[in-house]
């Protein structure tokens, strides 16, 4: 059976003018629903108020949006030991949010997506005066087969978490996405994870 290609989307920033897209749209999760319910309810507000900025991927002519990413400024907190890094805190990107719609479930449009989100970051770091090293996302560890994914085909990283929720203190353990979820770990509970940019064939040199 052939497959069907993937569509020609053009990208935009989120507006007014999608609302009627975002209370239509409709993706591949169970349970919560949260993804729906921030395209819906928080993902312009956010923007207007310079917490984040939407951007949404459509299909000409539009008649639905297709998928969106949300992206914010972020600084992770990484063990000193983690990039040998000079600095507590690693300046970074934050992928707040990221949803496809039901009918590109399973062929790839996410992690298409993702690849555009690299090449601005990439393109950020060479015209920005600041500096940006991360690609950042955070994970409910009950989606461990998402988890999972974005470790062996998107190329992240898990951090590792305190084994004890309630203290920080506690022996710390990275998640192996390669094998099944660790008894310790609550479904709840989020992976942070990150894509290092420096460490990309196409990255800037420094």
Known sequence: MAVDPKPRLRQTVASLDHQKFFDAFVCNESR???????????A??????????TTVFLADPTERCDAFVTLS???????????TALRKFVPGVMVDWLGVHIEHNGKGLGHDIFKWVEREALA?????????????????????TLFQRYAAVWGFTPLPLPTDPDNDESPHER???????????AESRFIHMYYDLLSRKNAEPQ
């Open 32 to 42: 919560a629903r949260e993804v729906t319910r921030f395209l819906r309810n928080k």
């Open 44 to 53: 312009l507000k956010e923007q207007d108020q310079g917490m984040s900025k």
């Open 73 to 83: 400024a972020a600084s992770l907190e990484m063990p000193r030991e983690e990039l």
């Open 124 to 144: 950020l770091r060479r015209t920005s005066p600041v500096g940006l090293r991360l690609i950042v996302l955070a994970v409910r560890a009950a989606n461990w």
């Open 175 to 185: 998640p192996d996405p390669k094998n099944e979820r660790p008894e310790w770990l």
